[in-house]
């Protein structure tokens, strides 16, 4: 197994079988996503029982709340697809295009995820985009570091509900209602520890962070629009790009991610497993993600 770190972000990883990772190899993989934040395997050849498989030797695989995600055959995979399946709809079309970290609306936030480009649309650089929220906390302006020290941020994902058949002649209060009720939001500190490294990470993101906790309105709004714009700086925006045999793996505590846009009509599909990894999100957060069926 060869691993090798990126310029800007994460590492490539090549001469690895994934059918057949020792424990060895996959506390080293472990270990390297927790360090390079991210990792891109290349070569490889999984189907979906395997890739479930491989999936489950770093933790336990979740299955999404939200059941029309979910792959037929394996609950745990994640399909974002805008192909028919043997002639019918499965999965969720054009996922992920707003920044955020998996399940970050959630009190127990996900914090491995795996995907896999399963078409891969042409016409275009298709890839998922990631920020180093580490690095990113490292270079932020002293004044709006100290602006958001200590506070905590409300994480919900409404405005992102995907509206289903079975919506049709509802109100948009109550598609709000009903989501609310399943996900009804939560509140995360705005700077997070890393269990298993010495470092800290900003953790908001455009996508799921509506507003600091306690604080005035206008003032909440004014700075997470300046902590946005500073996160979402072209320079620190790194681009890992989707092509047959690749697999990417991150660590949610440490980037955060959006699906690069693609040509209207392009065919695409790919393949998400979230792992919980038996280790607390950040200090002090209890593991249930272990316990789901
Ligand atoms: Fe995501």
């Not at 620190?236 to 699906?259: E, I, S, Y």
Request: with cysteine; net charge negative.
């Amino acid at each position: 197994m060869k691993i090798a770190a990126r310029p800007n972000l994460g590492a490539d990883v090549t001469d690895v079988d994934l059918h057949r990772l020792s424990p060895t190899d996959v506390a080293r993989l472990k270990e390297a996503v927790y360090d390079h934040k991210l990792l891109v395997f290349h070569g490889v050849d999984l189907d979906d029982a395997d890739y479930v498989a491989m999936a489950r030797k770093f933790g336990v695989p979740q299955r999404y709340f939200q059941s029309h995600y979910h792959h037929p055959r394996h609950p745990e995979i994640f399909v974002s697809n805008n192909v028919p399946m043997d002639g019918a709809k499965v999965g969720v079309a054009g996922t992920g295009r707003m920044w955020h970290s998996d399940y970050q609306f959630f009190p127990e936030p996900l914090p491995l995820t795996f995907v896999m480009p399963k078409i891969v649309p042409s016409g275009g650089a298709r890839g998922t985009l990631f920020v180093d929220m580490v690095a990113a906390l490292r270079d932020l302006p002293p004044h709006l570091r100290e602006a958001i020290a200590g506070t905590r941020c409300f994480q919900d994902a409404v405005y992102y509900y995907k509206v289903q058949p079975h919506d049709v002649d509802k109100g948009i209060a109550e598609l709000m209602e009903e989501f609310h009720r399943e996900a009804p939001g939560c509140l995360h500190p705005t700077i997070i520890d890393h269990p298993l490294r010495e470092r800290q990470a900003v953790y908001v993101s455009s996508g799921f962070t509506l507003r600091i906790d306690g604080m005035p309105h206008e003032r909440s709004q004014a700075l997470l629009r300046e902590l946005f714009a500073f996160l979402e700086q072209p320079e620190r925006v790194h681009q890992a790009t989707w092509a047959p045999g690749v697999l990417m793996l991150w660590d949610n505590r440490q980037v955060m991610h959006r699906a690069t846009g693609q040509l209207h009509g392009q065919p695409s599909r790919s393949y998400r497993i979230g792992v919980y990894d038996g280790t607390p999100f950040y200090p002090g957060l209890p593991v249930t993600g272990e316990k789901q069926p």
